[in-house]
């Protein structure tokens, strides 16, 4: 079953593409068709006034590369001037979004995700796809920066033009998910790229982030790399629709061959992670290309089984409601941490805590009082 027939697609001017399974969106600005070389360039750097506004939309519906990347920034800006206009960015996106298969991607370090999806991004091209790459690189403690090498770690998936790579830091957000991943998916797929890769850092139980706005979520893990039924936390594993033992090749392939098995009896006494699907396990070698045809064959399948059953379309409802819950959760946070008043008792109760002058559920309490007097 086609992705584009699911009950996101809003829009009339959906066509095929002879080069894609997926829908593509060909609209119009207000203004009349725009030319290409119209469309790279932006009225001003300074995010303001709906011309420009109107210039971003355009850009990323015609799929100029340079300003999507523009409009990402735009996005995870945490800006407060920037914040009404990537809203209204992406509220214009939405009716363009939705046509395309999400995958979540996660593993132990060293397990080869990178070079997995660079092997699978590169296969999916081939087949007539386009591909966007959304790698979070963890941020530092200490220094808050990041490295983003991603583009140098996948240099051959960079180089193609049916492919968009975009690194974005954590944050010291938990579980290696930006807090505007959700909104850089929908931009993404509103500029055309009909899968989305979606590469998370580390694994643990904070991956549900991740798990709430994928469709199909992929578990990478490695043969040989000590007990492997223990040395990874079981709520990863549960979360997981399929579990891929990289790095089968050479004479880690019989290993990689026992772990598969070992995996496969252990994912039949866990509750599935989609209902209606079972968990599958396989091995492949992201260095050779071995079983990536199978790895893509089996999450065409899983799409199609969960559109037939109808988990696919609750289960974007059911992130689209958690998306909302975070977006309020993270507004709420904004108010007290940039309110005057709660900033000032803030350092001020900081310092009576420090100095052991008080509990900190007393002040803990206190500062709520504080927030709660301000909402009535």
Same mark, same amino acid.
């Given at each position: 079953?086609?992705?584009?027939?699911?009950?996101?697609?809003?829009?009339?001017?959906?066509?095929?593409?002879?080069?894609?399974?997926?829908?593509?969106?060909?609209?119009?600005?207000?203004?009349?068709?725009?030319?290409?070389?119209?469309?790279?360039?932006?009225?001003?750097?300074?995010?303001?006034?709906?011309?420009?506004?109107?210039?971003?939309?355009?850009?990323?519906?015609?799929?100029?590369?340079?300003?999507?990347?523009?409009?990402?920034?735009?996005?995870?800006?945490?800006?407060?001037?920037?914040?009404?206009?990537?809203? @209204?960015? !992406?509220?214009?996106?939405?009716?363009?979004?939705? /046509?395309? &298969?999400? =995958?979540?991607?996660? #593993?132990?370090?060293? *397990?080869?995700?990178?070079?997995?999806?660079?092997?699978?991004?590169?296969?999916?091209?081939?087949?007539?796809?386009?591909?966007?790459?959304?790698?979070?690189?963890?941020?530092?403690?200490?220094?808050?920066?990041?490295?983003?090498?991603?583009?140098?770690?996948?240099?051959?998936?960079?180089?193609?033009?049916?492919?968009?790579?975009?690194?974005?830091?954590?944050?010291?957000?938990?579980?290696?998910?930006?807090?505007?991943?959700? @909104?850089? !998916?929908?931009?993404?797929?509103?500029?055309?790229? /009909?899968? &989305?890769? =979606?590469?998370?850092? #580390?694994?643990?139980? *904070?991956?549900?982030?991740?798990?709430?706005?994928?469709?199909?979520?992929?578990?990478?893990?490695?043969?040989?790399?000590?007990?492997?039924?223990?040395?990874?936390?079981?709520?990863?594993?549960?979360?997981?629709?399929?579990?891929?033992?990289?790095?089968?090749?050479?004479?880690?392939?019989?290993?990689?061959?026992?772990?598969?098995?070992?995996?496969?009896?252990?994912?039949?006494?866990?509750?599935?992670?989609?209902?209606?699907?079972?968990?599958?396990?396989?091995?492949?070698?992201?260095?050779?290309?071995?079983?990536?045809?199978?790895?893509?064959?089996?999450?065409?399948?899983?799409?199609?089984?969960?559109?037939?059953?109808?988990?696919?379309?609750?289960?974007?409802?059911?992130?689209?409601?958690?998306?909302?819950?975070?977006?309020?959760?993270?507004?709420?946070?904004?108010?007290?941490?940039?309110?005057?008043?709660?900033?000032?008792?803030?350092?001020?109760y900081k310092k009576l805590v420090l100095n052991e002058n008080i509990l900190p559920t007393a002040a803990a309490e206190i500062l709520l009082d504080i927030f709660k007097s301000k909402i009535k």
């Open positions: 079953m086609d992705i584009n027939k699911n009950k996101f697609s809003n829009s009339t001017d959906s066509v095929k593409n002879n080069n894609n399974n997926f829908a593509v969106r060909i609209v119009k600005g207000e203004g009349g068709e725009i030319k290409p070389a119209q469309a790279k360039k932006i009225v001003s750097s300074k995010i303001t006034g709906k011309v420009t506004l109107n210039n971003y939309f355009k850009g990323v519906v015609e799929g100029n590369r340079t300003i999507l990347a523009k409009a990402i920034t735009l996005v995870e800006s945490n800006s407060k001037k920037h914040h009404q206009a990537a809203q @209204e960015l !992406i509220t214009n996106l939405l009716p363009y979004s939705g /046509n395309s &298969i999400r =995958i979540g991607i996660t #593993g132990i370090p060293g *397990s080869g995700k990178s070079t997995l999806i660079e092997t699978l991004g590169l296969y999916l091209i081939e087949q007539g796809h386009k591909v966007a790459v959304l790698s979070v690189d963890p941020s530092s403690s200490v220094s808050k920066g990041s490295i983003l090498g991603d583009k140098t770690r996948m240099e051959r998936l960079s180089q193609q033009t049916n492919c968009f790579i975009r690194p974005s830091p954590s944050g010291g957000i938990l579980g290696g998910v930006s807090r505007k991943t959700h @909104e850089t !998916i929908i931009v993404c797929e509103a500029a055309g790229f /009909n899968i &989305i890769l =979606i590469e998370t850092m #580390g694994v643990g139980q *904070s991956e549900i982030t991740v798990r709430s706005m994928v469709d199909f979520f992929l578990l990478v893990l490695i043969a040989g790399a000590g007990d492997e039924l223990q040395g990874i936390k079981r709520g990863v594993i549960e979360l997981a629709d399929a579990i891929l033992i990289n790095k089968a090749d050479g004479d880690n392939e019989t290993r990689s061959k026992m772990a598969k098995i070992d995996y496969s009896n252990a994912v039949r006494y866990l509750r599935p992670a989609t209902k209606g699907w079972l968990s599958k396990v396989l091995t492949a070698s992201a260095l050779t290309g071995k079983g990536i045809p199978e790895l893509w064959s089996l999450i065409e399948n899983y799409r199609n089984v969960t559109i037939e059953n109808g988990e696919f379309y609750k289960k974007r409802k059911n992130q689209a409601l958690e998306w909302t819950y975070r977006l309020f959760e993270d507004g709420i946070k904004d108010f007290i941490y940039n309110d005057e008043e709660i900033k000032t008792k803030l350092a001020e």
